[in-house]
């Protein structure tokens, strides 16, 4: 009986060892994620300094700096810099909050960052007004003043948005062609002669020689994009062409392929010596 008492007790200290050493290793893992963030860096937050609050806000957002990423972290610091007056800590927690649908929330920063001048948050304050969100009502006008205040910040989506809506927008009242081909070519100017410009613009591109008739060239553009997005190559015979156009126009739905669908579309309207009108869908 004692030799099984003995045993009895050698297994109940092994035990508790065993778990102490489970605790040390959980408390040592909680500092060291707790010192994750130099020293130095939190002193100069709680000396007032925003932009080490910003600092530490992207090492969590991009995981970099031997910080692991975490979203919710960089949240709460972006959130800290911009309580703190830092504009681009405004931006970016706007910019999350946009990205989980908290509309109001958003929009009070990107206000705020637009009060500092910051280009971004002009633009997607324009978006609101654009797609009549967040209980604003759609007003092209409203749009068209922050996109031009984006585009003296050389955001360069401000310029293609405004000129894609300035060619393609149902109310006559909110297009104006010649206007549209000035932004378009603001904005080529901000590409390097080596610099590719996105399909997606090259698309507005488009749209915007369509406005303005010249259709042959809004056809050849709109060509290159199908080309590319529908992985298809056309006949150079025009008849063959205006064919083969009309068939995958036929063919093609949007749940095929959206991007496809949509640039077909729009070449099947060139081809009909028709502008594009699109009314614009929030998704």
Not at 55 to 84: D, H, P, R
Not at 205 to 223: G, M, P, R, S
Request: charged residues 25%; glycine residues 4%.
């Amino acid at each position: 009986m004692d030799k099984l008492i003995l045993i009895w007790l050698l297994l109940f200290s092994f035990l508790a060892q065993a778990e102490q050493m489970v605790d040390d290793q959980s408390k040592a893992v909680s500092e060291v994620s707790e010192v994750v963030i130099p020293p130095a860096l939190l002193e100069k937050v709680a000396a007032g300094h925003a932009e080490s609050a910003f600092f530490i806000a992207t090492a969590f957002a991009e995981g970099s700096m031997g910080i692991e990423q975490n979203l919710e972290q960089a949240k709460q610091w972006f959130l800290k810099s911009a309580e703190m007056g830092y504009v681009h800590g405004m931006f970016e927690i706007g910019k999350l909050f946009y990205q989980d649908k908290q509309y109001t929330d958003a929009r009070g920063w990107f206000e705020k960052a637009t009060a500092a001048g910051h280009g971004k948050a002009f633009y997607f304050l324009s978006i609101y007004h654009s797609y009549g969100i967040d209980e604003q009502l759609f007003d092209c006008h409203k749009a068209y003043e922050l996109l031009d205040q984006a585009q003296l910040r050389d955001v360069k989506a401000a310029f293609n948005d405004h000129a894609w809506m300035l060619a393609t927008l149902p109310d006559r009242a909110c297009r104006n062609g010649q206007k549209a081909w000035k932004i378009f070519a603001d904005l080529q100017q901000l590409y390097s002669a080596n610099e590719a410009i996105p399909w997606a613009y090259l698309d507005t591109k488009a749209a915007v020689l369509a406005e303005i008739a010249d259709f042959n060239e809004a056809i050849a553009i709109q060509t290159w994009i199908v080309e590319d997005f529908c992985d298809v190559d056309f006949s150079v015979s025009d008849e063959a062409f205006k064919q083969t156009v009309k068939k995958m126009s036929d063919q093609y739905s949007q749940e095929d392929d959206g991007l496809c669908f949509g640039a077909i579309q729009r070449l099947q309207s060139y081809v009909n010596r028709q502008p594009w009108r699109e009314k614009p869908e929030f998704r």
